[in-house]
Nanobody, 123 residues
Framework: QVQLVESGGGLVQAGGSLRLSCAASGSIVSINDMGWYRQAPGKQRELVATVTSGGSTNYADSVKGRFTISRDNAKHTVYLQMNSLKPEDTAVYYC?????????????????WGQGTLVTVSS
């Protein structure tokens, strides 16, 4: 129905930067909130940042001032610019979207997750 595909993860040294992208595709009618979550080894998945369709943003305290979330509504894409990366930012980062989609002619409200992209920050 709707798929999210992330890209941009990788290995970076502490203090470096990475930019994650997540593109939504499928029978999308509209997308409400989009966001990024992360899960470090042995820890629960946690919120990193979210952005509404109108552009309002919300950040975890641990990334405020370092990460910036943005979206391109025309492309159904959300981005996460990560600067001043720290080893504790190492995790699998997951894209999330709340959207309306058509499936077999029926309008459905879905919460969709991407497959995750690994970010590793070395000290």
């Amino acid at each position: 129905q709707v798929q999210l595909v992330e890209s941009g993860g990788g290995l970076v040294q502490a203090g470096g930067s990475l930019r994650l992208s997540c593109a939504a595709s499928g029978s999308i009618v509209s997308i409400n909130d989009m966001g990024w979550y992360r899960q470090a080894p042995g820890k629960q998945r946690e919120l990193v940042a979210t952005v509404t369709s109108g552009g309002s943003t919300n950040y975890a305290d641990s990334v405020k001032g370092r990460f910036t979330i943005s979206r391109d509504n025309a492309k159904h894409t959300v981005y996460l610019q990560m600067n001043s990366l720290k080893p504790e930012d190492t995790a699998v980062y997951y894209c999330n979207a709340h959207c309306y989609a058509r499936y077999q002619g029926v309008l459905r409200y879905l919460e969709v997750w991407g497959q995750g992209t690994l970010v590793t920050v070395s000290s």
